[in-house]
């Protein structure tokens, strides 16, 4: 079956960084777009970064823009987000997700698996 696994969440001070990882297995991986999404408390799920099945386009939203970094390794099924001059504002539980050939991005239904999440604190 298929499996998402993040791992990397932790607590962190304002301005400091986090590498989130995200291990896939049960797919064919360098086929599926990847996703991060996160969930603060109170708020519904909203779309952080993606890269395309290849790795040759990105895309992130623009809370993130020029502090986070989407990449992937598909020779060890694995996405990051590396995530840089954190705010706490981007405390939240992390996720990952996997949308086969998927080319909406943000679009959190088109997304066909998804992990358990990491949580993720930022302390002021």
């Known amino acids: 079956q298929v499996q998402l696994v993040e791992s990397g969440g932790g607590l962190v001070q304002a301005g400091g960084s986090l590498r989130l990882s995200c291990a896939a297995s049960g797919l064919t991986f360098r086929s599926y777009t990847m996703g991060w999404f996160r969930q603060a408390p109170g708020k519904e799920r909203e779309f952080v970064a993606a890269i395309r099945w290849d790795g040759g386009r990105t895309n992130s939203a623009d809370s993130v823009k020029g502090r986070f970094t989407i990449s992937r390794d598909n020779a060890k099924n694995t996405v990051y987000l590396q995530m840089n001059s954190l705010k706490p504002e981007d405390t939240a539980v992390y996720y990952c997700?996997?949308?086969?050939?998927?080319?909406?991005?943000?679009?959190?239904?088109?997304?066909?698996?998804w992990g358990q999440g990491t949580q993720v604190t930022v302390s002021s």
């Open positions: 997700a996997a949308d086969l050939f998927g080319s909406r991005w943000s679009f959190e239904t088109d997304y066909d698996y």
